[in-house]
């Protein structure tokens, strides 16, 4: 049982670039969250899906695109990267129980 | 809406010492409040809940937090810290009638342990 897995774990982009990251949870999660933290501001929720095919914005989504095509994986994107978009993000899951278990992390770095 | 304010951005203590990491939220509805930990380069971790019942919940490594509705705060303590606890703890809320249990988070308090 691995969790909630998050590829890659480090990343560096040119400004302009695109990529995505991959969230997977082998819990059977409904709930999946992408997060981005950075120094002094705590965890920022970015989008977030309440099951299979659905995807809502949260706080921070400006910049970001997100698909959840299978209630496993929850996938984030960067159409065109802003050096704003330089932070390390959170996937995280939960069962509608309340509590969210998280990834590793991307580290991901915009010059 | 729901917002959390963690007083401190860091705690120093000695190891042994006891400490208290400071929570307080705002809400108009009932909440569930929690407490996660997060070690160098690593996810969050739930350290502790409140969800109903007892105000005063435990984890499994010695911390403890009092949830006190008339100050809307859910302070962290520990009586001995040991050098394994540095890291850093963030309080969250969550509306309890939220139908995607979505999490606030505060800003985090680093907590640095001297032998």
């Known amino acids: 049982n691995a969790g909630v897995t998050q590829t890659p774990k480090f990343r560096v982009l040119k400004t302009g670039q695109s990529m995505t990251l991959l969230c997977a949870q082998d819990?059977?999660?409904?709930?999946m969250y992408w997060y981005r933290q950075d120094p002094g501001m705590g965890l920022r929720l970015i989008h977030y899906?309440?099951?299979?095919?659905?995807?809502a914005k949260g706080e921070v989504p400006d910049g970001y695109n997100v698909s959840r095509l299978k209630k496993q994986n929850f996938l984030l994107g960067l159409e065109s990267a802003a050096p704003s978009q330089t932070s390390v993000y959170f996937c995280?899951?939960?069962?509608?129980?309340?509590?969210?278990?998280f990834g590793p992390g991307t580290r991901l770095t915009v010059t | 809406a729901q917002s959390v304010t963690q007083l401190d951005s860091q705690v120093p203590v000695f190891e042994e010492a006891p400490v208290e990491l400071r929570c307080n939220y705002s809400s108009s509805v009932s909440v569930y409040l929690f407490w996660y930990v997060q070690y160098p380069n690593q996810g969050l971790q739930l350290l502790l809940k409140?969800?109903?019942?007892?105000?005063l919940v435990e984890s499994i490594n010695g911390f403890e937090a009092e949830f006190n509705k008339s100050q809307t705060s859910f302070h962290l303590r520990k009586p001995s810290v040991h050098i394994s606890d540095t890291a850093e703890y963030f309080c969250?809320?969550?509306?309890?009638?939220?139908?995607?249990?979505?999490?606030?988070f505060g800003s985090g308090t680093r907590l640095s342990i001297r032998p």
């Open positions: 409140y969800l109903s019942g007892s105000t």
């Open positions: 995280a899951s939960t069962d509608s129980g309340f509590e969210q278990y």
């Open positions: 819990m059977n999660h409904e709930y």
């Open positions: 899906s309440v099951g299979e095919g659905t995807t």
């Open positions: 969250a809320v969550s509306d309890r009638r939220s139908s995607a249990s979505k999490i606030i």
